[in-house]
C-alpha cells in the first residue's frame, strides 16, 4: 500500500512540478526515477532511504553522471558501472593515449544507453530480462552485467582502431 502510495506521489511530480521546471538533476536516472526504480526493487522503507540519499548527493558539487540503482541496498553512489572512465592505452610510436568513455542514458528508453567514446556514440547497451545486449556497429554481444557489456563496447572499439 505504501508502496504504490508513494509510486503515485513521484508519478504526480514528474508529471506536474518536474515537467514544468528547467532540469536540474545531476544524474541519470534522474532522482525521482532514482527513487522510484528503488522503492519498487526494495520497498518502501529502503527504497525511500535510497532515493534521499541520492537526492542528498545530486548537489552543485558532484560531478553527476550515470548512477542507476545497484542490484543490492546501498546508500552509496552505484560503482557496478563505470561511469567517466579514463583508459590509457600505448599505440604504436609508445606515447600514451587517453579516451575518455561516456554512458549516457539519450534514446528516450529507460533500458537502453548510449556508449560514447571520445564524444562519438560507438555503441549501445540494453537490459533485457536482467540481460545485456550489446550493440556495435553490425555486431550484437550478450553479456551478463552491464560491467561486462561496457568492456565489450571497450574491447570492439579498440579492434576497429587498430
Keep these: ?3 504504490r502510495l508513494s509510486v ?3 508519478h504526480l511530480y514528474q508529471k506536474y512540478v ?4 528547467p532540469a536540474s538533476c545531476r544524474y541519470q536516472p534522474t532522482c525521482s526515477n532514482y527513487m522510484q526504480i528503488a522503492i519498487e526493487q ?4 529502503l527504497g525511500i ?3 534521499l540519499s541520492r537526492i542528498i548527493r545530486c548537489n552543485p ?5 550515470y548512477d ?3 542490484t543490492y541496498f546501498s546508500v552509496r553512489r552505484n560503482n557496478q558501472i563505470v ?8 599505440n604504436m610510436s609508445r606515447k600514451q593515449k587517453e579516451i575518455e568513455i561516456k554512458v549516457i542514458n539519450d534514446s528516450g528508453d529507460e533500458n537502453v544507453r548510449l556508449v560514447q567514446i571520445n564524444n562519438q556514440t560507438v555503441g549501445t547497451i540494453s537490459e533485457n530480462d536482467g540481460k545485456f545486449d550489446v550493440i556495435v556497429g553490425e555486431n550484437t554481444f550478450h553479456e551478463k552485467n552491464e560491467e561486462e557489456a561496457l568492456h565489450q563496447v571497450i574491447r570492439e572499439f579498440n579492434l576497429h582502431q587498430r
Excluded: Q, R
Design 1 to 3: 500500500m505504501l508502496k
Design 8 to 10: 503515485f506521489i513521484i
Design 18 to 21: 518536474s515537467a514544468y521546471t
Design 42 to 45: 526494495f520497498g518502501f522503507f
Design 49 to 51: 532511504l535510497m532515493g
Design 61 to 65: 558539487f558532484v560531478k553527476g553522471g
Design 68 to 70: 542507476p540503482v545497484p
Design 83 to 90: 561511469n567517466n572512465l579514463f583508459l590509457k592505452e600505448k
